[in-house]
Nanobody, 123 residues
Framework: QVQLVESGGGLVQPGGSLRLSCAAS????????IGWFRQAPGKEREGVSC????????DYVDSVKGRFTISRDNSKDTVYLQMNSLKPEDTAVYYC????????????????WGQGTRVTVSS
């Protein structure tokens, strides 16, 4: 059974950092791209970052460039999202998702999703 489990969310002050993890099970992560998405209250889910199966292609939405870093450890079947210099507008539920082909920012193109982890940036 394919499963993705996010962890690492929480409450952090503006300017702080969090590292999100996306642990995969039920399939071999090596051949899959992983995307991180977020959904703030009342807003559509948006793509934040994506890493291809070989880590040869990495993409970020403009609003997080220079602050967020995506990485993967295929030996642990885990993808990470390091989030630094967090802002209140980063507050959202963060989801990871996977697809066998390359990265995409389109929600509908991903096959499997985790349940999400909540990130709240507030003083």
């Amino acid at each position: 059974q394919v499963q993705l489990v996010e962890s690492g969310g929480g409450l952090v002050q503006p300017g702080g950092s969090l590292r999100l993890s996306c642990a995969a099970s039920g399939f071999t992560l090596d051949y899959y791209a992983i995307g991180w998405f977020r959904q703030a209250p009342g807003k559509e889910r948006e793509g934040v970052s994506c890493i291809s199966s070989s880590s040869g292609s990495i993409d970020y939405v403009d609003s997080v460039k220079g602050r967020f870093t995506i990485s993967r450890d295929n030996s642990k079947d885990t993808v990470y999202l390091q989030m630094n210099s967090l802002k209140p507008e980063d507050t959202a539920v963060y989801y990871c998702a996977t697809r066998k082909l390359g990265c995409s920012r389109y929600v509908s193109l991903y096959d499997y999703w985790g349940q999400g982890t909540r990130v709240t940036v507030s003083s």
